[in-house]
């Protein structure tokens, strides 16, 4: 096999089009991919199969630069920068053949069934919408107050208002590979929380073994009950990286988020703790005879906590940006609620 090197940057953003279909994509791709390496991926964005393809790169004018005919060379080996163009071509599929509505299945509903699904109901005054989700992201099974308007497994119905719901051909949604990577983030982040958790707890422990005479016990409980918080953060998060269960992974998430907003909200700790430092720094009585030892902990302590406020500002961050990826629950009961109660 013929040796190649990459002797410019790593990466190289393209965009991709294909003789299958009239839209590209725009995408980035690491330069010591293998072109037949490279085939592979765009299966995923073209349809096509790797053994049908052939490649060619079109520069920012649309003139052709090369054509990727090596399978056994690397893409950086290629004349290929950010913005130019690699045109998919394979003579076994139509063009268009991916664009032709005609042959997708649809679903379709009997007029007694959509009878069913859509009127008066006696929870709820006006007129609902019975909806089937895809996903265990309802509150029913169709049933609600002993009557059953419709029939789909537990956790899978709900009741929507007729203005919340749109009708339309919406295409599967696909593998969500960013979802994975938030995951992993989620999944750092709680274990740095469980080590703080443990490292708070053991601060307060410590300083209560080196009072000295002193009277400074709050810090102890400062420490233990604050430590608490971070590694709930902490078995939340994890929990909802490791498990393959969709529905505990939904709650372990919710219970992650909330676990975020209540150490942000326990200022209570980190007062106690500057007070403590505060105090001991200073020298009072109430520190006892080991006052540096005391101001080192409370030091620590302090530390712990801040950074616990960091994390948990963080988190909330990344589940409020990414809400639709890992609380997709939160979307359907925003959508079909407003300011009613879903049912």
């Not at 909806?131 to 509150?139: A, F, I, L, T």
């Not at 929380?193 to 209560?208: A, K, P, T």
């Amino acid at each position: 096999m013929e040796k190649f090197s990459v002797v410019t940057q790593s990466q190289v953003n393209v965009r991709v089009t294909s003789s299958a279909n009239s839209f590209g994509t725009e995408k980035r791709f690491p330069k010591d991919l293998t072109i037949a390496d490279f085939k592979n991926k765009l299966e995923l964005l073209t349809g096509s199969l790797s053994g049908n393809m052939k490649l060619e790169v079109y520069d920012r004018d649309n003139k052709l630069v090369c054509k990727l005919d090596n399978d056994n060379a690397l893409l950086g080996s290629y004349p290929i920068d950010d913005g130019m163009r690699i045109h998919v071509i394979d003579p076994t599929i139509k063009v268009g053949e991916f664009e032709d509505l005609s042959k997708v299945e649809k679903f379709e509903i009997s007029e007694e069934d959509y009878a069913k699904k859509t009127g008066l109901t006696e929870f709820k005054p006006g007129y609902w919408v019975g909806v089937h989700y895809d996903e265990p992201v309802g509150k029913n099974n169709g049933k609600v107050g002993g009557k059953q308007y419709f029939e789909c497994p537990d956790k899978y119905g709900g009741f929507v208002r007729p203005e919340n719901v749109e009708v339309g051909d919406f295409p599967e949604e696909g593998l969500d590979f960013r979802k994975e990577q938030l995951l992993s983030f989620i999944k750092m982040m709680s274990a740095i929380g469980v080590f703080l958790g443990i490292s708070s707890i053991i601060i307060g422990i410590v300083v209560f073994v080196y009072l000295g005479g002193g009277k400074y016990p709050v810090t102890t409980a400062t420490g233990i009950w604050y430590g608490i918080s971070p590694i709930l953060f902490g078995i939340m998060g994890l929990g909802a990286a490791l498990t393959k269960d969709e529905r505990n992974q939904m709650n372990m998430l919710n219970g992650h988020y909330i676990m975020s907003i209540v150490i942000v909200s326990m200022g209570y700790a980190m007062a106690s703790a500057i007070q403590g430092l505060v105090s001991c720094a200073l020298g009072e009585e109430k520190c006892g005879t080991n006052a540096e030892i005391q101001t080192a902990l409370h030091g620590i302590l302090t530390g712990i906590i801040f950074c616990g406020y960091v994390l948990a500002i963080a988190s909330m961050g990344l589940h409020l940006r990414n809400k639709n990826t890992l609380h997709p629950d939160w979307k359907y009961r925003r959508g079909c609620c407003g300011s009613q109660t879903c049912e």
